[in-house]
T-cell receptor, first 114, second 115 residues
Framework: ETGVTQSPTHLIKTRGQQVTLRCSSQSGHNTVSWYQQALGQGPQFIFQYYREEENGRGNFPPRFSGLQFPNYSSELNVNALELDDSALYLC?????????????FGQGTRLTVV | AQSVAQPEDQVNVAEGNPLTVKCTYSVSGNPYLFWYVQYPNRGLQFLLKYITGDNLVKGSYGFEAEFNKSQTSFHLKKPSALVSDSALYFCAVRVANSGYSTLTFGKGTMLLVSP
């Protein structure tokens, strides 16, 4: 196990609703990234938080937002859910933005939008 | 744009035989390459990484990967496959941006090891 925990593990929401996903990072890791993994695809980068601030963002609309707390845990919020938001959402923690460090992933949250 | 490609959607191998899962990359500058494995309904587990040094990298569960700069490849290998190795494997490259770095993943290769 990596020490990165995500909650909930599964979630079903209706189109148009809002959802919050949570992540606790591995001890000592102050950088948290979120990824979306659609069925049959590799994970796609959503955004990254470092020291409670967003310091990088992928090609996702503003209705995807996040927070990082002083204990380095993080939330991913998605507003106005669409059917295409159905995916596995992965949280990864790592040491600060250093190229040679691996990221450690949680088990993911499976979001289904109906 | 920096990217990785996994040309095979699925690899089939018999237990006890050697396995190879292919990955090619396209990056500017020095590549920082990773392999992850994903079991059903689970997150990604780190297997190994190439940063610099020896072209043959050893990782978890008996896996290794060979970095080939001239062919821009980073193939995952194991001398003797186990049924329990059956899973989805992802190759990734760490991409540097302005003030942060991220992982860019391939589409994944499903490895099926038959008894």
């Amino acid at each position: 196990e990596t020490g990165v925990t995500q909650s909930p593990t599964h979630l079903i929401k209706t189109r148009g609703q809002q959802v919050t996903l949570r992540c606790s990072s591995q001890s000592g890791h102050n950088t948290v990234s979120w990824y979306q993994q659609a069925l049959g695809q590799g994970p796609q980068f959503i955004f990254q938080y470092y020291r409670e601030e967003e310091n990088g963002r992928g090609n996702f609309p503003p209705r995807f937002s996040g927070l990082q707390f002083p204990n380095y845990s993080s939330e991913l919020n998605v507003n106005a859910l669409e059917l295409d938001d159905s995916a596995l959402y992965l949280c990864a923690s790592s040491l600060p933005t250093v190229k040679n460090t691996e990221a450690f992933f949680g088990q993911g949250t499976r979001l289904t939008v109906v | 744009a920096q990217s990785v490609a996994q040309p095979e959607d699925q690899v089939n191998v018999a237990e006890g035989n050697p396995l190879t899962v292919k990955c090619t990359y396209s990056v500017s500058g020095n590549p920082y390459l990773f392999w992850y494995v994903q079991y059903p309904n689970r997150g990604l587990q780190f297997l190994l990484k190439y940063i610099t040094g020896d072209n043959l990298v050893k990782g978890s569960y008996g896996f290794e990967a060979e970095f080939n700069k001239s062919q821009t490849s980073f193939h995952l290998k194991k001398p003797s496959a186990l049924v329990s190795d059956s899973a989805l494997y992802f190759c990734a490259v760490r991409v540097a941006n302005s003030g942060y770095s991220t992982l860019t993943f391939g589409k994944g290769t499903m490895l099926l090891v038959s008894p």
